[in-house]
T-cell receptor, first 110, second 114 residues
Framework: DAGITQSPRYKITETGRQVTLMCHQTWSHSYMFWYRQDLGHGLRLIYYSAAADITDKGEVPDGYVVSRSKTENFPLTLESATRSQTSVYFC?????????FGPGTRLTVT | AQSVTQLDSQVPVFEEAPVELRCNYSSSVSVYLFWYVQYPNQGLQLLLKYLSGSTLVESINGFEAEFNKSQTSFHLRKPSVHISDTAEYFCAVSGIFGNEKLTFGTGTRLTIIP
C-alpha cells in the first residue's frame, strides 16, 4: 500500500525494556520525522532525518535513538523505556513543504 | 526559534453555527503556516496551508484561514459546522526553505453539539 505506515499500532512494555517503533514510507521522500503527542503539549519533534544516514535531534531527543539505513525506513528505538515515554508516537515524511503523517503508535510503559 | 499559541484548548459549538479557532505564531524569519486535523484515533491530516500569494486559503470541506502578518495570526474559520467536524485541530509553522521542521501548537479540540 502506498503511503506511510507505522508498526506496531499499540504496544505495552515494561520500564527498562528496549522498544523499537517502525516507520515505512513508499513515496521516496527524503525527509522523515518522529513526533510524540502528549496532552497539553501538542506534537513535539524527537528526531528527524534529511536522507539515509543523516539524522538530527529535535526538541525532545533524550532517551531515543534513530537510524536510517534506507530511505523508506526510519525506526525509533527507546533504549531503556521509562514511564515518561508513555505517549502516542507519529512518524511523518516530507518531499517538499507538506508533511504526511502515519496513523501513530500508542505506547504504554508500565 | 518559532512558537505557536492556540489559546483555546476546547471549543464547543452548536451544529450549523460558525466557529473560529485561534492561532498566533512567533518567528524571527518568514514562515509557512498550516492547519492539521486529527480525527479520533487517527493520524494528522493537512487541512490547509499558507505558503505565499493570497492571504486567504480554503479547504475542500469549507474551512478557511487568513494569514495576518501584522497580527502574526492564522485563525481558522468555518461559517457552519457539522457533526463530522468534531476533531482536534493543530496549527503549525515552519520556515520557508522546504522540508523544514514543523512547530505545533498545543491543539484545539472542537466539539460539535447537536
Amino acid at each position: 500500500d502506498a503511503g506511510i505506515t507505522q508498526s506496531p499500532r499499540y504496544k505495552i512494555t515494561e520500564t527498562g525494556r528496549q522498544v523499537t517503533l517502525m516507520c515505512h514510507q513508499t513515496w521516496s521522500h527524503s525527509y522523515m520525522f518522529w513526533y510524540r503527542q502528549d496532552l497539553g503539549h501538542g506534537l513535539r519533534l524527537i528526531y528527524y532525518s534529511a536522507a539515509a544516514d543523516i539524522t538530527d535531534k529535535g526538541e525532545v531527543p533524550d532517551g531515543y535513538v534513530v537510524s536510517r539505513s534506507k530511505t523508506e525506513n526510519f525506526p525509533l528505538t527507546l533504549e531503556s523505556a521509562t514511564r515518561s515515554q508513555t505517549s502516542v508516537y507519529f512518524c511523518a515524511s516530507s518531499g517538499s513543504y507538506e508533511q504526511y503523517f502515519g496513523p501513530g503508535t500508542r505506547l504504554t510503559v508500565t | 526559534a518559532q512558537s505557536v499559541t492556540q489559546l483555546d484548548s476546547q471549543v464547543p459549538v452548536f451544529e450549523e453555527a460558525p466557529v473560529e479557532l485561534r492561532c498566533n505564531y512567533s518567528s524571527s524569519v518568514s514562515v509557512y503556516l498550516f492547519w492539521y486535523v486529527q480525527y479520533p484515533n487517527q493520524g494528522l491530516q493537512l487541512l490547509l496551508k499558507y505558503l505565499s500569494g493570497s492571504t486567504l486559503v480554503e479547504s475542500i470541506n469549507g474551512f478557511e484561514a487568513e494569514f495576518n502578518k501584522s497580527q502574526t495570526s492564522f485563525h481558522l474559520r468555518k461559517p457552519s459546522v457539522h457533526i463530522s467536524d468534531t476533531a482536534e485541530y493543530f496549527c503549525a509553522v515552519s520556515g520557508i526553505f522546504g522540508n523544514e521542521k514543523l512547530t505545533f501548537g498545543t491543539g484545539t479540540r472542537l466539539t460539535i453539539i447537536p
